[in-house]
């Protein structure tokens, strides 16, 4: 946490995955002094080798050129990357967070469909491709809720709509069947 974007960037990545580094707007030009400038954000290794053929190799080694050696050279980009090794970047910090999308999976199946076991198994296909999907980006970061409290289960958390728990509180995977008392199936309960 910071007073500029960059700083801001270069202070999260000193304690991953789960530190705070607070780092004061008045302090931030004194922190980032012995930093490569390769190592802040946007910095790349071809504007590296541009600020080491002029002996910057720091961020503090950038008071050793004016701000025009940057513009004439990369333009607007060049400027911000001065302020940035200083603490000042111009850049705001982007607050907008979009909402989460949905997600989904199709399946075609054949027309008039009617076989139980078959659209069963289509149930699964799309329940599996959406479980991969979970595990890629992880529990409950697609469909946010309001949180009650955690699970005893690593990793997860019993959204509001669900205050019981996820996963170890489902029974059985497959759908019962229910029959009337000719046999004949009815419905599933999912």
Known sequence: ??????TAKYAAKLQKPD????IPPW?????????????????????GAFLADRGVFTCGDMDRIP????GQRFGNPGRRIWYMCRG???DKVQGHIHPPKSVGHGKVMPPDTRD??????HALHLNRALDLINERFGEFTIAP???LHRSDMPNVIAPAWKPYGHRQTIPSTRPQ?????????????W
Not at 1 to 6: F, I, Q, R, V
Not at 28 to 36: D, G, I, K, Q, S
Not at 116 to 121: K, R, S, V
């Open 88 to 90: 000042e970047d111009p």
């Open 145 to 147: 809720a309001k949180l």
């Open 177 to 189: 069947r229910r029959r009337d008392t000719s046999g004949k199936v009815h419905d599933m309960d």
């Open 27 to 47: 302090q931030a030009r004194e922190r980032l002094r012995n930093v490569p400038v390769t190592g802040l954000g946007g910095i790349n290794q071809g504007i």
């Open 1 to 6: 946490m910071s007073g500029d974007k960059t």
């Open 19 to 22: 530190g705070l580094t607070l």
């Open 67 to 70: 701000i025009s050696t940057l």
């Open 116 to 121: 139980n076991d078959l659209i069963f198994m």
